[in-house]
């Protein structure tokens, strides 16, 4: 039923510019004499109706692809979408980033670690340009997501 409103809606909405175009508009235009070719027309917007369901369904199956990477201005849009608030939500990812951040750096400490111990037993240089590798990042970024990190 809210279909049918929203349909009955346009086509009210469509006459009121319609009339406003044809009308007053072009009456407007025509009486301070101005050049035809860049009259304006009244549009409208805002009636559209989002299937939330398809558009979820589509975001699943491109996060699932691994096509985009979950992200605090995804996960605020979502919350856009249906309503809800996204305050909140906005420190839950600042704390994932923050842990992240941690494990990251833990991970690097691990691997200059593991790299100075490995290069003084072959007689090679122990050190690093101290960066991690995309691979080492991919994983510890998988391990912490959003769900996994509670409110205390």
Do not use: C
Not at 27 to 37: I, S, V
Not at 44 to 53: A, C, H
């Amino acid at each position: 039923m809210s279909d049918l409103f929203v349909l009955a809606l346009k086509n009210y909405v469509d006459h009121i510019r319609d009339v406003m175009n044809d009308e007053a508009v072009y009456q407007l235009w025509r009486l301070n004499k101005m050049d035809m070719r860049y009259m304006p027309r009244l549009e409208f917007s805002g009636l559209e109706k989002d299937n939330i369901s398809e558009w979820l369904n589509a975001l699943s199956q491109v996060a699932n692809a691994n096509l985009i990477t979950p992200s605090k201005e995804i996960q605020e849009e979502i919350l856009d979408r249906l309503d809800l608030p996204t305050e909140e939500a906005g420190k839950q990812w600042d704390k994932v980033e923050e842990i992240r951040d941690d494990l990251i750096a833990v991970a690097t400490q691990a691997q200059e670690s593991s790299t100075a111990v490995a290069g003084a037993g072959n007689g090679s240089s122990s050190k690093t340009n101290g960066s991690v590798s995309p691979k080492a990042k991919s994983q510890v970024s998988s391990i912490v997501s959003p769900k996994k990190i509670k409110d205390n």
